[in-house]
C-alpha cells in the first residue's frame, strides 16, 4: 500500500492527481512515465503492473521482470487485469509461493497490482536449510584448522618443545639424567615455572634412584655371596650326614630349602630392579636344545621334587629337534624353565606330575610346563605376569614372593622370546609356554636323542 501510495504520488503533477480527460499526447506521456515509474519499482522477484479495465495492461518492459511472463497462467491466477483493489494474499502456482495485492490510482486511471516470488516452498526450504547447515559446517571446521595452526605455529609451539624435550628425558643406568635435563632458561617466561617443577622431580627421581640401586648393589653382593654358600655348605652336610640324629638331619634339610629360597627371591629381585634399569646382564648365545636338557636335567637331578618331572620330546624326528639351536643365554633360559616347574609344583598336588613338553619347527621353540593345579582364570593371564601379582587363585598357605613369572617374562623377552599361559588340554591346570625363534646359525645335529626324565 505504501508503494501504491508512493507510485501515485510520482504520476501526479507535484503530487496532485493528473486530469480525468487526456489528449492523445498527454496519455501517450502518462503511459511513458507510468511505465518508468513501475520499471524502478520493480524488480527480479517482484513486479509492478497497471491493470485498466476496458484496456489492455501496462507491463514494465525491463529484463529482470521476464521471468513471471514465462507461464500466462500466473498473471491470470494473481489478476492480471482485474478492476478494483485486491486485498494482500499469498498463492501457490507450480510448487512455488507467490504474493499478490493491488491499489487503485486515485486519479482513476487504473489499478496498481503486485505480485512478488516468494519462492518459500518445503522444498526450497529443506535446500535452504541444508545448504545453510553445510555452509555452517564447513565455516566452523576451516575456523578450527585456522585456529589449530595459529595455536600449533605461535601458542603451542614453545609447549610442545617442552613436550619432546621432557619425553627424552630417560636415566641411563647411573640413575643420573646428566645432560638431558630440560632447560630451564631456554624455555618462555610462561612454561619456565612447569619446567623447573619438572626439573626438581627429576632430581628427586634421581636421588630415589640412586638409592635404588646401591640398595640392588648391596642385595647382589652382600646377600647373594652368603646365601650361596649357606646352600652349598647344607648340601655337602646332607651327603654326609648319614651319622646325625633325624631331627638335626631335618634341620639343615629345612636350612638348604629356606637358603636357596632366598637366594632365588634375592636373584629375582635384583633381576627385577636391573630390568627397569636396562642393565641385566645376559651372555646370549646359540646352543642346541639338548644342551638346554642336558643343563636342566643336571640341576633337576638335586632338587627334592625332581622325581615330578616328566621331561619329554614332542617330535617325530627327536635328532632334528635336539639339534634345533636357539640364540639364549643358556644360564636363564634354565632359570626360567625352573622357574616355571617349580610354580607348578607349588599349585598342584604333591601326587600329581609336572609334564615338559619341548617341541619345535622350523621357526621356534616351545618349551611348555604343565601342571594339574586349580589353573589360571582368563582374566588373570596376563596379570600373573606383572611384580608381586599372585593371582585370584593364590593361597597364603602357599609360600611365594609373586615375582618369579615377573622375571622369567623379562628375561624371556630381553631374549627376543615370549611367555603366556593357556588352560591344560587335559581340563584342569595350566600349560605355561616359553616360545623363543629359532637361532640364524641352527644346524641339525645327529648326536643320539638325550633320555627324557
Known sequence: MATAESIGVLLSDQGQPPKKILTAVEEAAFEERVKRVMEDFSAARVMVWLSRPGKPPMFPSSPSVQGFFANPKLLEVAGINSPGMQKPRAFTFEGETYFTCSMPLPSGEGVLRFIEDVGVTPASRQSNLTFLALTWLVSVTL???????????????????????????????????????????????????????????????????????????????????????????????????????????????????????????????????RGESGTVSLSVKAIAVREVIADLQAVLSKLAWTKRVNLQLESQNENELLGTKLSVDPERLRDCILNLIENGVKYSSQQSEILVLISADHSRVDFRVIDEGPGVPDAFKQSIFKPFNRGVGSSSAVSGSGVGLAVVKLITERMHGSVFVVDNDAGKGSCFVLRFPVSASNSVANDPAITSQ
Open 143 to 273: 575456523v578450527l584448522i585456522l585456529i589449530q595452526l595459529i595455536l600449533n605455529r605461535t601458542v603451542l609451539k614453545p609447549l610442545a618443545a617442552l613436550e619432546r624435550g621432557l619425553d627424552s628425558i630417560e636415566l641411563n643406568p647411573s640413575g643420573s639424567i646428566g645432560s638431558m635435563a630440560v632447560s630451564i632458561d631456554a624455555q618462555p617466561n610462561e612454561l619456565k615455572g612447569i619446567a623447573l617443577s619438572y626439573q626438581k622431580l627429576a632430581e628427586r627421581l634421581e636421588k630415589t634412584w640412586s638409592t635404588e640401586q646401591l640398595l640392588v648393589r648391596a642385595m647382589s653382593h652382600e646377600l647373594l655371596t652368603p646365601l650361596s654358600l649357606i646352600t652349598a655348605s647344607c648340601r655337602r652336610v646332607i651327603r654326609r650326614a648319614s651319622s646325625l640324629e633325624p631331627s638335626i638331619q631335618s634341620s639343615l634339610v629345612d636350612i638348604q630349602e629356606e637358603s636357596y629360597r632366598a637366594e632365588k627371591l634375592t636373584k629375582n629381585l635384583v633381576d627385577l630392579a
